[in-house]
Structures are given as C-alpha cells and as structure tokens.
C-alpha cells in the first residue's frame, strides 16, 4: 500500500505524515518533487515523527525541474524506493500531447530511468488516460517497458490485466533465465567466463539479467499466492 500525500509545502502534508508515521503503509508517495531538500526535509519529518526506518518514500517528477534535478534526488535520502514519472502535468509542461508513444517525453523519462537505475532503486511509468483504448493501453506499457521502467501507474482496474502481462516476464524468459543461471552455476566451478545456453553466447552480464528476471518471477509468485507466501 502507497499512499500519496499533499505537497511537502502545504500544512495539510505536515498532518499527513504524522497521521502515517504512527500508521505507516508500505510507502509514502511525495508529488511534484523538484529537489533533493525537499525528500530531504521530509525524511528529516519522519525520523522527528518516530516513523520505522523501513517506512519507504516514493518520489513523483512530474515537472521540467523535477526532471533537471532527478540526480540529485534520487540520492537524496536511504528511505527513497521509487520514482514515479508524472507524465501528464510534464507533458502539459513541456507543452506536448501526453500520447501512448510518449515520444515528447523520451529524454525525460530516459532520464529519469537512467538515474534510478544507478541508484538501484525502482522507476514507475506514468498514467495512460483513456479507457476504451485498449491497443493505446498495451502500446503504452510496451513503451515504458522498453524505456526500462518496472510498472506503470494505474487509474482503473480493467487496465491492470494488460499492464501486469505487459511488466510481467513470460513463461520462456523464465525458463530460459532458470537455465542460464544453472549452466553458470555448473560452469563458476570450472572459472570459465562464457558458455552457450540456448545457441546464445552467455557472459557474466547475461546472469545478472537472468538472475533479477528469476527473483522477479518468484517475487511476483509470491504476491499471488497472498501475504502468507512472502
């Protein structure tokens, strides 16, 4: 459960996170950040509240500056998760159409994924409006799959079949991936660098990808089955 807040400047945020920190969901979701003071103070807020440690923040950039500073956000505070990308209120700020190739967006959301990636931390693509457009729905999710984000937000159920098949690794990947870490696992023995899975040369960086898409699946496995199985 996440649960976004009011913006860090208005009085009704401060109410918020006091009524989290003694509640606390899974995350708190901060909108329209624009700089590293501004997760910063709010961590500072948490701590001063009592707040567990494990209480993850998630940051919305869903504006020209937000965008311009995401380096030093996404290094702003250890409780950081997550950044989510605003795409409506950046599309309007940039002055493009918020469509499903998101083509306007592409060295914004690039951005974005590149430096949650070498923060280690998740990036979450931003909302597709339509509702009777299912094509437009699953173009979108492809989108933001191959740009490199882990989900997509969400505004009603009938749009989560196509965005968790979509984020999802399908049955092939998984099994290929199993495959692959268990000839490297009988190749490390050896101190070999390479081996062939699949008619597929596999190296080190092969692995880790097959490694993350096996804890993926496992993790996704465990959801499904309900909070007793994670």
Same mark, same amino acid.
């Given at each position: ?7 860090? &400047? ?50 919305? #950039? ?8 995401? &380096? ?9 998760? =997550? ?42 693509? $931003? ?13 979108? =999710? &492809? ?16 749009? #989560? ?10 049955? &092939? ?52 089955? $309900?909070?007793?199985?994670?």
């Amino acid at each position: 459960v996440v649960v976004r807040v009011n913006r860090l &400047e208005t009085q009704c945020c401060e109410e918020d996170l006091t009524a989290l920190a003694s509640n606390p969901p899974d995350a708190i979701l901060l909108p329209k950040v624009e700089s590293a003071d501004e997760l910063f103070t709010a961590t500072v807020t948490l701590n001063a509240l009592g707040a567990p440690s494990d209480l993850a923040v998630w940051a919305m #950039i869903e504006t020209p500056l937000g965008i311009q500073h995401i &380096e030093e956000i996404v290094t702003a505070t250890p409780r950081l998760a =997550c950044v989510v990308a605003g795409t409506a209120d950046l599309a309007s700020a940039l002055r493009i159409t918020h469509s499903s190739t998101q083509l306007g967006l592409q060295y914004a959301l690039s951005r974005l994924v590149l430096a949650a990636r070498a923060s280690h931390i998740n990036a979450i693509d $931003g909302v597709f409006f339509n509702l009777q457009d299912s094509n437009g729905l699953r173009h979108s =999710c &492809e989108t933001g799959r191959q740009l490199g984000f882990d989900g997509k937000s969400l505004i009603h159920p009938s749009q #989560i079949e196509t965005a968790n098949t979509v984020f999802s690794p399908d049955p &092939e990947s998984i099994a290929h991936a199993r495959k692959v870490v268990a000839a490297w696992s009988e190749l490390d023995a050896h101190k070999q660098g390479v081996l062939v899975v699949d008619d597929q040369l596999i190296e080190a960086l092969h692995v880790r990808d097959a490694e993350r898409l096996v804890e993926l699946s496992a993790a996704i496995n465990a959801m499904d089955q $309900g909070p007793s199985a994670i």
